[in-house]
């Protein structure tokens, strides 16, 4: 039984067809990306990790430009030594694809890094590399895809930025530059306040404020730091 693609191995028939499992193009070098044509197999191109492959094309910023977050959760708890992620909305990624995963709230917050994605079967992504760090299957685990552009260009006038941190999306600004990134005079690139929430003040009289947000979630009336978030402000009768 042969199914005919070079981009499958173990080919079995079932039902009177003839298919077989997707093999990985992963040749264990962390400065080339893998593609597989069904004619002729596996092939590599160079792609520094760091910078991307330049998929995603040339980027230029002349206005303000909220760039798009895309981002899934968890499905199952991630740990040290992993190969593969289960998440949630796996159509946002495809073999080839950077990612950042990362712990944003709660006891692991703060874990992340950049993952590499070579294959996608159904919820289940492949990652190029074993995790180093553990992520719990929570609303505060994000996996967020990382354009990768061929360059990035700020012009005058221009500003990069993302839309503000909602409790679930939001608030960071992650892509990849192959060729470069320029920031001419008068760009920028600016996340100035589109990270934790900070409290609400208190309505009426005798009312305290409520504490900002933080690694640590979101705060309550207490005038003490909630972990990195302020203190709420202290309501008082005339």
Known sequence: CDD???CTDSDSCAGGKCAGQP???????ACTLGECDPQTGCSFQAANP?????????????GNLVLEVQATTLVGDAQPGDTALQVSGPGLFKSGDLALLIVVQGKDAGNYEIVRITNTQGATLQLAAELTHSYPSTSATRLQRIPQYNSVHVFP??????DAWDGQNG?????AAL??????DGGFIDVTGKGFRGGAG???????GTQGESWNGLGGNAQAANAGGGGAGFGQGD
């Open 4 to 6: 005919g693609s070079a």
């Open 23 to 29: 093999i990985s193009c992963e040749d264990g070098d």
């Open 50 to 62: 760091c910078f991307g492959s330049g998929v995603d094309g040339d980027l230029e910023v002349k």
């Open 157 to 162: 006038g221009g500003t990069l930025t993302v």
């Open 171 to 175: 608030g960071i600004l992650a892509f």
């Open 179 to 184: 060729g470069g990134l320029q920031v001419d």
């Open 202 to 208: 208190g309505v009426g009289q005798c009312q305290n």
